[in-house]
């Protein structure tokens, strides 16, 4: 029994948080943006402040921020503080 409780505790605490917020060229904070770990399927959303929270085990992977009107960025794990969204707003108007 001591054996799988030491175990448990060994393996959650493999799993780090990484937090960060979103953000425009502008320093506005941008919600609902969709992130990934690039490979995995680990996902989350960035809440109306911009802010987010991901789980992963591994620094060294990608992070994939996409949603329509900016461009995608992919950027390291480990770096995910600030991210800073381009918006690509003249695309959008061609297609409207």
Sequence with gaps: MRTFLVLFLFSS??????????????????????IWVEGENIGTTSEEDGTFV??????NKNLIFSILGFEKKTIKLSQAKEVVLQSITNELNEIV
């Excluded at 605490?13 to 609902?32: F, M, R």
């Excluded at 991901?54 to 620094?59: E, F, H, V």
């Design 54 to 59: 991901i789980d992963s085990n591994d620094g």
């Design 13 to 34: 605490s493999l799993i780090a948080q990484t937090k960060g917020i979103v953000v425009d060229e502008n320093k506005l904070p941008i919600p609902y943006v969709n």
